[in-house]
Structure formats: structure tokens, C-alpha cells
């Protein structure tokens, strides 16, 4: 197993496009975040998976936002109408799930910039 | 709430000891977790203390956390080059909470 990949690495578009990102997690890994992060910033909590379930998402995620793991397996996050405050790293992490440490695995990260 | 606060900067001299500090809100966190980021690298594990825990030490590393105040640290020995990175102090109280980091610098 490679680790957490995510795709696209970089991801220029329009304001008011629609983005869709990727992740694919480690394969034994249950759980699945979403974070994103600005420059300067630490990573902000967005969203996670236990298996395909959505536990929880930020209230500071608006209706533009949402994400999806069908199968409990790889992830995708859309973000519709993008907005140039949208442009961020979009990073994704996976974890053994709750008994496990909760050390989490990060990927590369998709770079979003919005014109 | 949830909200982890660090430091922003800090420099020390190559072959001093750096200490990162952060405190945290959310009093049900088990576990407490730095993280480093480095120059265009994704953020990777560095450690983590349980909560039921004063102290850790791995190596050149020591983690210390005062549940009382809510505060960790992060001590680092003999500080080298190799060191600068940005350092994420983490919560969990459910999912992980990440502070903004501190860029930690080396001075020859």
C-alpha cells in the first residue's frame, strides 16, 4: 500500500465552477477526513467518514460543500459555485478508526485556486 | 468548544533546546498529538501522549501535558537543522482539532 493518495494534485478553475476531488485511503484504514488549509494556517476540520457513514461536518462548511464515500472505501469532495475564498489545500487523512490511537495519515494534499 | 492555540514563531540556536507550547479547550480529549509539517511535505505523526499521561519521551523528544491548565508541550533536544518545520500541537476530543502551527526556525 502507497499511503493516502489524492487527485488532482492541483486544481485551477473559475469562479462559480464546479471541483471534484478524490481520495483514495489506506486500504485497511475505517476512517476518513477531510481538512483544508490555508497558507499560515493550521489544517481546518471539514468532514469525516467511519467506513461509508458521515459523522460529522463543520458548521463552518457551507450547502456548497459536500462529500461523499459510497462504499467505505475511497472519498470525493465537491465543492459547487466555487468561490475565490474556496482556494485552499484540500487535504485527506485516514485512520484506523476509533480504538486505534488516532494517529491520522495524511495525503499530498489537492491545491484548489479559484480565479 | 474546540479550539487549540500555539505560538507562531520561534528560533533557536542549532544545538539549544526548543520548547513549543499549545494549550487546548476541550477537557474530554483522550489523546494529544504533534504533528509536523515540513517545507511542501504533508503533515506527518511526530507523537502523541494519552491523556491519562504527564510525560512522554522518544528520543530527542518530550512531551509534556498539564490536564489542570490544559497545556502540552513539546521539547526538542540538540535542536538541528533538520528540525525547522512547522509544528501542529492536536486535540481529540472526537475528531482531531489542529492548532495553527509554529514555524520553528535554526540559527546557526
Known sequence: DTGVSQDPRHKITKRGQNVTFRCDPISEHNRLYWYRQTLGQGPEFLTYFQNEAQLEKSRLLSDRFSAERPKGSFSTLEIQRTEQGDSAMYLCASSPGERSTGELFFGEGSRLTVL | ?108
Open chain 2, 1 to 108: 468548544g474546540e479550539d487549540v492555540e500555539q505560538s507562531l514563531f520561534l528560533s533557536v540556536r542549532e544545538g539549544d533546546s526548543s520548547v513549543i507550547n499549545c494549550t487546548y479547550t476541550d477537557s474530554s480529549s483522550t489523546y494529544l498529538y504533534w504533528y509536523k509539517q515540513e517545507p511542501g511535505a504533508g503533515l506527518q505523526l511526530l507523537t502523541y501522549i494519552f491523556s491519562n499521561m504527564d510525560m512522554k519521551q522518544d528520543q530527542r523528544l518530550t512531551v509534556l501535558l498539564n490536564k489542570k491548565d490544559k497545556h502540552l508541550s513539546l521539547r526538542i533536544a540538540d535542536t538541528q537543522t533538520g528540525d525547522s518545520a512547522i509544528y501542529f500541537c492536536a486535540e481529540r476530543p472526537s475528531k482531531i482539532i489542529f492548532g495553527s502551527g509554529t514555524r520553528l526556525s535554526i540559527r546557526p
